[in-house]
């Protein structure tokens, strides 16, 4: 075991959340929906995907980051703490809303009708809030963080995991009893999406909204147990027992198996209960179902666990530079590529490159999966030169 100070495991989490960001970024731009790879794709309903991972991955790395930056402030709640909450909450929001309603402006005004002046085109493609979609993933974001935040600073962290439990429970009562898991507009998500929110403001898929209102509860337990595993790491008991191992002259070797321990239990444990449910409760994450928060934070933990074996264990941090680039900054770098999305595919520089360039040379699929990655390149090379200064950008 290599000599390596315990704070500096967080950089496997860096690099975990530079995985995810950049995973987020390649499944959401490829070069056409038409032709994609199968793993590359979204379960249409029941069942997991590779691409199905990297969204609650990111929340699950959320749920431990949130444990460390709030235990600088001792977990007391006070008005400098929940002004930061409440103000990072709202800018991630408005972030996300402003994403989607830029994606309409510029798709609106670069499809408009010719026989519309300029001024008529211009107020058209600007005013799109009767129709704009309320919630979407940096929304998700915001919500849970914001929730998962004040959850931690008021309650007891004992208290934590046994809250998670009972809204994943209740949860899965009311998606086993309203109809939870039918793919239509009688399901119980759907009913109270459109009756809230109407679905003039809702992402439409068989009337169910992805990120819905209902289906916030499951994805603010899947922080919490997050957060509940960040202290298992990173919490007193932890400290304490790092402390005796120290004290004993075992050092830094023994304090890195105990971590590694710890996560693959977590993970062994969190996937197989995941899948074992499943039986009843299927995975699913358009429903964000109880079986998909277990499953993919037991993958979760494995695949953290794995990488403080590789980076902190082993030393080899080479490879994960790429990585880190997107992990230092993750929300800048999320909106960097959905902006960039948008630009390009409104300009119709994304069809002339893949229909002109990579669909002849390397064929449909392929020229595809190729257009994805030269995205992801791209927004790596603007995400790097920030990251060699050490500029990070906080949202």
Same mark, same amino acid.
Request: charged share 15%.
């Given at each position: 075991?290599?000599?390596v100070?315990p704070?500096?495991?967080? /950089? ?34 029941? !069942?997991?995907?590779?691409? %199905?991972?990297?969204? =609650? ?13 709030l ?15 409440v103000? #990072?909450? +709202? ?27 300029f001024?008529?085109?211009l ?9 704009? #979609? ?31 439990g009972?809204?994943?429970v209740?949860? @899965?009562?009311?998606? +086993? ?7 239509g &507009? &009688? ?9 809230? *929110?109407? =679905? ?8 169910? %909204? =992805? ?23 990173? @919490?007193? &008991? ?8 120290? &004290? ?11 971590? +590694?321990?710890? /996560? ?17 409760? =299927? ?20 695949? $953290? ?12 941090? !080479? ?5 880190e ?27 002339? *490159?893949? #229909? %002109?360039? $990579?669909?002849p ?8 999966l ?24 906080k949202?």
């Amino acid at each position: 075991m290599s000599n390596v100070n315990p704070s500096q495991r967080i /950089l496997a989490l860096d690099i975990l959340r530079g995985i995810t960001i950049a995973g987020m970024i390649l499944v959401n731009n490829p070069g056409t929906w038409s032709h994609i790879y199968a793993p590359l794709c979204h379960a249409e309903w029941n !069942g997991l995907t590779p691409t %199905d991972l990297v969204f =609650p991955f990111f929340m699950f790395i959320m749920g431990i980051s949130t444990y460390i930056s709030l235990k600088k402030y001792r977990f007391t709640l006070s008005r400098e703490t929940a002004l930061k909450i409440v103000r #990072r909450t +709202l800018v991630i929001f408005v972030i996300g809303m402003a994403i989607g309603w830029f994606s309409r402006c510029c798709y609106y005004w670069a499809s408009a009708p010719e026989e519309l002046s300029f001024s008529q085109n211009l107020w058209a493609s600007v005013w799109t809030f009767d129709r704009m #979609r309320i919630l979407g993933v940096m929304q998700r974001l915001a919500l849970c963080y914001c929730a998962a935040s004040l959850m931690a600073l008021t309650l007891n962290h004992r208290l934590i995991p046994w809250i998670t439990g009972l809204l994943l429970v209740g949860y @899965g009562v009311v998606l +086993l009893s309203c109809n939870g898991f039918v793919y239509g &507009e &009688e399901n119980i998500l759907s009913v109270i999406d459109r009756t809230l *929110l109407t =679905p003039a403001h809702m992402y439409r898929d068989h009337g169910i %909204d =992805p990120e819905g209102l209902l289906s916030t509860v499951p994805s603010i337990a899947h922080v919490l147990l997050g957060f509940s595993v960040g202290r298992m790491l990173f @919490g007193p &008991e932890a400290n304490e027992a790092r402390r005796g191992q120290d &004290e004993t002259s075992k050092g830094a070797g023994d304090a890195h198996t105990t971590l +590694l321990v710890k /996560l693959f239990l977590v993970g062994a444990v969190l996937t197989f209960s995941g899948l074992l449910l499943s039986y009843g409760c =299927p995975i699913n994450k358009k429903v964000w179902s109880p079986t998909f928060v277990l499953t993919t934070c037991g993958m979760a933990s494995s695949l $953290l666990g794995v990488l403080v074996w590789i980076i902190d264990v082993k030393g080899k941090r !080479g490879w994960s530079r790429f990585f880190e680039a997107f992990g230092v900054n993750p929300l800048f770098m999320y909106v960097l590529g959905g902006v960039l999305s948008i630009l390009l595919g409104s300009t119709g520089l994304h069809g002339r *490159l893949y #229909r %002109d360039v $990579l669909q002849p040379l390397l064929g449909e699929t392929a020229g595809s999966l190729a257009y994805a990655l030269l995205f992801v390149a791209l927004c790596w090379s603007i995400g790097y030169p920030l990251y060699k200064r050490r500029i990070y950008i906080k949202i």
